[in-house]
């Protein structure tokens, strides 16, 4: 059985329920939110599929800038989430200022810290100042490095921090070299797997929209890196899933 740890139901078009019942090998998954509506409906999900779908609440980088109008409300319902974020950096599209996304993110961090939950995040492009930013503020397992894409070299510095990578998709690429290169480098116990439903789907379904069904092949990919059985990295993932976001 595996956790999809990071898997976007309320962003998604098609039938969650639907999603599911194709993913009968996902014992539960992850429903991150990226602002007040969509982590509205990610608990909303919860409610339909209880134990099976986990939410969180958080305010991802390229809205930071609505981290004044939208902080308050994220924040009260990261008092009933499994997770706060996903929040983070991204400067790669720049979509906020990078002033406002450094101030969202230490708020969510903070947050995180104070209610003892753990923390998603985006990491795109900012790996010195996610670095940073985490040193300063927040460290440990429950600090989950979402589709985590960073090479040997930033691997083995955030793996100083104690955190948690989560992987994806990219490591299952014709391009994913670098990332598996990272991988490499990193203990199984201290990884995760997700789709980010419905982005990223690797391969042979690059073209099609991403589904928690198709967890199992980032895990074989991990599972190649590593030279281990699947069945191994399943339960390695899903024991690292259950010690971060609680059984």
């Given at each position: 059985?595996?956790?999809d740890?990071?898997?976007?139901l ?11 019942d ?8 992850i ?7 969509s ?14 779908v986990?939410?969180?609440?958080g305010l991802?980088?390229?809205d930071a ?31 906020s ?28 492009d900012?790996?010195a ?24 070299k930033?691997?083995?510095r ?52 991403n ?12 599972a ?5 059985p ?18």
């Amino acid at each position: 059985m595996w956790v999809d740890t990071h898997c976007h139901l309320q962003l998604d078009d098609r039938d969650p329920a639907e999603l599911l019942d194709r993913a009968p090998d996902v014992s539960w998954l992850i429903a991150p939110g990226v602002d007040v509506a969509s982590s509205a409906a990610g608990e909303k999900l919860s409610l339909a599929h209880p134990g099976r779908v986990r939410w969180s609440a958080g305010l991802h980088p390229h809205d930071a800038d609505q981290w004044s109008q939208q902080g308050d409300a994220i924040a009260e319902m990261a008092t009933r989430a499994a997770a706060v974020g996903e929040c983070g950096l991204d400067f790669y599209r720049n979509l906020s200022p990078r002033d406002a996304q450094l101030v969202a993110f230490h708020e969510q961090l903070e947050l995180a810290s104070s209610l003892g939950k753990p923390i998603i995040v985006h990491c795109r492009d900012a790996f010195a100042d996610v670095f940073a930013s985490l040193d300063a503020i927040l460290g440990g397992p429950q600090v989950v490095l979402h589709c985590w894409t960073g090479g040997p070299k930033w691997s083995r510095r955030f793996l100083d921090l104690g955190v948690t990578f989560s992987f994806a998709g990219p490591v299952a690429f014709e391009t994913g070299d670098t990332v598996r290169r990272g991988a490499a480098v990193i203990p199984p116990e201290r990884v995760m797997v997700e789709t980010d439903t419905p982005y990223l789907s690797p391969p042979p379904f690059r073209s099609e929209p991403n589904e928690p069904a198709r967890v199992s092949l980032v895990g074989a990919s991990l599972a190649e890196v590593w030279e281990l059985p699947i069945n191994e990295v399943a339960r390695l993932s899903t024991a690292r899933a259950t010690e971060v976001f609680g059984s």
